[in-house]
T-cell receptor, first 115, second 112 residues
Framework: NAGVTQTPKFQVLKTGQSMTLQCAQD?????MSWYRQDPGMGLRLIHY???????DQGEVPNGYNVSRSTTEDFPLRLLSAAPSQTSVYFC??????????????FGEGSWLTVV | GESVGLHLPTLSVQEGDNSIINCAYS??????FIWYKQESGKGPQFIID?????DKRQGQRVTVLLNKTVKHLSLQIAATQPGDSAVYFC???????????FGTGTRLKVLA
């Protein structure tokens, strides 16, 4: 029962460095997304994908890139890390995009600190 | 703009009592609502969901109530246990999009 798997769990970056947060799901879900969670602000959508080869921006996309070459994987790339990107990142997936029985399943999170 | 708010940032309840966590939303067109539980250091975990054509749904020890008239959603936990201690937040779908709005959460503390 792997579900949604994120790596790494913890990462410290220096300002200006780049890195990729990995996300994989084994539930054959069409919809995958990345959120960041900051104190007092709830989860905010960074990018999402409704299927392989299709991605779109969420609420806070600046500084991040994504790609969806397979159904299973949805990596999040930080292009040039900034202290404002210090946050907890969650990858999530659901069976179909949109409405209906679209329970979103979350990974365990990636704690990122940019110094 | 659209918003989702929780009425209390923290709720303390005695073990064995019932807990009620509330959520208010602004978009009357939202058609799907979810409650999540998030324990410290972990990802949000699905608890229960409800669609807009329902006003009540029950799970194991949990009940979700939806009042579309006043745009209010609540989560009731029966016989609260120490393992229920966590942050609870609601999420709702944005109609016509593939996006969800999340509330900021209520921290439930269970007192022994």
């Amino acid at each position: 029962n792997a579900g949604v798997t994120q790596t790494p769990k913890f990462q410290v970056l220096k300002t200006g460095q780049s890195m990729t947060l990995q996300c994989a799901q084994d539930m054959n879900h069409e919809y995958m997304s990345w959120y960041r969670q900051d104190p007092g602000m709830g989860l905010r959508l960074i990018h999402y994908s409704v299927g392989a080869g299709i991605t779109d921006q969420g609420e806070v996309p600046n500084g991040y890139n994504v790609s969806r070459s397979t159904t299973e994987d949805f990596p999040l790339r930080l292009l040039s890390a900034a202290p404002s990107q210090t946050s907890v990142y969650f990858c999530a997936s659901s069976y179909t995009a949109g409405r209906g029985e679209n329970t979103i399943y979350f990974g365990e999170g990636s704690w990122l600190t940019v110094v | 703009g659209e918003s989702v708010g929780l009425h209390l940032p923290t709720l303390s309840v005695q073990e064995g009592d019932n807990s009620i966590i509330n959520c208010a939303y602004s978009n009357s067109a939202s058609d799907y609502f979810i409650w999540y539980k998030q324990e410290s250091g972990k990802g949000p975990q699905f608890i229960i969901d409800i669609r807009s054509n329902m006003d009540k749904r029950q799970g194991q020890r949990v009940t979700v109530l939806l009042n579309k008239t006043v745009k209010h959603l609540s989560l009731q936990i029966a016989a609260t246990q120490p393992g229920d201690s966590a942050v609870y937040f609601c999420a709702l779908s944005r109609p016509g999009t593939y996006k969800y709005i999340f509330g900021t959460g209520t921290r439930l503390k269970v007192l022994a």
